[in-house]
């Protein structure tokens, strides 16, 4: 499982690493890349948070792991916690603060602050849950929380099944195939929840 979700990172992690290194060195500003040189705090955090995030986290599922070293489960868990709101509220910062690039409609929009909200929401349901005791409920947000941090790795295969099925996206069935990515995580995550 760890190996699944690590690949279904990879890119986004890629593609994280080129944008800071794109704005370390200096690359020449165009109009897709302007609002993060003008403003480049929020993306740095969210990239960095979300890579630690990402990484740490696909072992945090890991059964006979978490049971055989329940110390680091705990450690990495309190460590996953702020980075986790990181990426939430660093994401939630730039879909409210950063201009819109061409071909963001009110769809995207909306379904990028519904969605780094419930992100949000369930990881601190999940910390409250494990400050009562209750693992069952910890263990069900956190696999959402999870989820929807992982977006970003499923929405390239929307996208790249989008455009060779239909074609290049349009704005309403760019902003579907986005939606589609949280959408099928959340789906498998609950899925996983009720197997357990």
């Known amino acids: 499982m760890p190996a699944a979700l690590l690949v279904l990172s990879a890119v986004p992690l890629a593609a994280g690493a080129f944008r800071l290194t794109e704005l370390a060195g200096g690359a020449e500003i165009s109009p897709a890349n302007a609002r993060f040189f003008a403003s480049p705090l929020p993306v740095v955090l969210h990239i960095l948070s979300a890579s630690v ?3 740490l986290g696909a072992f945090q599922f890991v059964t006979n792991f978490r049971r055989r070293r329940p110390g680091w489960h705990r450690a990495t868990g ?7 709101l990181l990426v939430g509220l660093s994401g939630l910062w730039m879909t409210l603060f950063y ?4 071909g ?15 992100m949000v929401v369930s990881i601190l349901l999940g910390f409250t849950a494990i400050r009562r005791g209750d693992v069952i409920r910890h263990r069900a947000w956190m696999m959402r929380g999870y989820a929807i941090g ?15 099925i239909v074609g290049p996206p349009s704005e309403l069935s760019g902003a579907l195939l986005m939606g589609a990515g949280w959408v099928i995580n959340l789906a498998v995550a609950e899925w996983a929840i009720r197997m357990n």
Not at 150 to 164: E, F, P, R, Y
């Open 53 to 55: 995030y990402a990484i």
């Open 78 to 84: 309190r460590l996953l916690v702020p980075f986790g």
């Open 99 to 102: 201009p819109r690039p061409d």
């Open 104 to 118: 963001t409609g009110e769809l995207l929009y909306a379904l990028r602050l519904l969605f780094g909200s419930a």
């Open 150 to 164: 992982l977006g970003a790795g499923t929405q390239v295969l929307t996208q790249l099944g989008g455009a060779l």
